[in-house]
């Protein structure tokens, strides 16, 4: 009879113990499962420009590396920070993913007062996969052929030059930014909601200026739709290798590099970051792919999760002592 009572009183125990590692192993199947139904692929700009490219490039990647579907969804507006805000928001578990880097997670909360998320503590950085580099492209109708002839043109006209950015705080306008700085030149920025629009307007003359991400411009430099002056890089590039970087043309110090990031919401588990980043430095790996980049002018990364968390930092040190510095503050 006590051996019964004994049994009764431990038997809500037992079975809460056993409901404890049912749901246990309930996680850590699903986990193991990951992933088992579609994942999207937020790109927080608008179609055409290097995070489109790097979105769509990636997105395919991951599918093929994954077995499972991936779509790229475009969420542009808001200096980058309304596609942000959906990954930020999302369920931490792996289906809501992130195309961003320099121009969308670095210079904006630096260059904003405002920005509404904290990049050390919201986001999850996964892998970084690609960097890139600027150039300082004219419209082909402009009078200008070298940085010197742009410097001399822009400084004898204060301000009638229109430089094209693909956002309000993004890598081409702090390298426009800069290289007024340092040249001691005026320029009026014109902003927009991503590198193709702003591009299209470049080659209509709306705006005569613009220093955008090689993947975005290298076919309309190469066709001579616009004229590329300079490369912000250490570096010629092999696509335009008759460009000259500003460092060896004008500016010695001079240099503004870009890069890609796959991110995602905080909490997300450590075993599915894993998965992801293993997955994209794999297909970051393959020589179908490095040779489909580096077409586009996109030169192939691959750094896994520890160490991107370690490039993000000090990139963030590093923009932040040069726009404060420059004196770079985001208008409202």
């Not at 405002?114 to 419209?139: C, G, Q, S």
């Not at 700085?181 to 014109?190: A, D, Q, S």
Request: aromatic letters at 6%.
């Amino acid at each position: 009879m006590r051996g019964r009572t004994v049994l009764q009183r431990l038997l809500p125990l037992l079975l809460a113990i056993g409901v404890v590692a049912g749901g246990a192993r309930s996680i850590s199947s699903a986990a193991d499962r990951y992933p088992s139904r579609l994942i999207k692929l937020v790109v927080a700009f608008a179609p055409g420009g290097v995070a489109d490219i790097m979105g769509r490039m990636i997105g395919q990647a991951l599918q093929q590396k994954l077995g499972q579907t991936v779509i790229v969804e475009n969420k542009p507006g808001g200096d980058g920070t309304i596609g942000m805000g959906e990954v930020v928001r999302a369920a931490p578990d792996g289906y809501t993913l992130l195309i961003g880097g320099f121009g969308g997670q670095i210079i904006p909360p630096l260059m904003k007062d405002d920005f509404p998320f904290d990049v050390r503590r919201d986001i999850v950085k996964i892998a970084l996969t690609a960097e890139f580099a600027n150039v300082v492209v004219v419209n082909r109708d402009l009078p200008i052929n070298s940085a010197k002839e742009l410097v001399a043109y822009a400084k004898a006209r204060p301000g009638a030059l229109n430089f094209g950015s693909s956002g309000r705080a993004t890598s081409d306008r702090l390298a426009a930014e800069l290289f007024m700085l340092e040249t001691g030149t005026k320029m009026i920025n014109v902003p927009y909601k991503g590198g193709g629009v702003a591009l299209t307007d470049l080659r209509a003359g709306i705006t005569q200026v613009m220093f955008p991400q090689l993947p975005a411009v290298i076919a309309l430099a190469t066709s001579g739709d616009v004229k590329a002056l300079a490369v912000t890089g250490r570096y010629r590039l092999p696509q335009l290798p008759d460009v000259p970087t500003l460092s060896e043309s004008l500016l010695p110090d001079f240099h503004v590099t870009s890069w890609n990031v796959v991110l995602a919401p905080r909490g997300l588990p450590e075993d599915i970051r894993k998965v992801l980043s293993d997955a994209l430095i794999a297909a970051v790996k393959e020589p179908a792919l490095q040779a489909k980049m580096r077409q586009l002018g996109i030169e192939p990364v691959g750094m896994a999760s520890a160490e991107t968390d370690v490039f993000f930092e000090q990139e963030l040190k590093r923009w932040k002592a040069v726009i404060d510095t420059a004196g770079i503050k985001l208008e409202r």
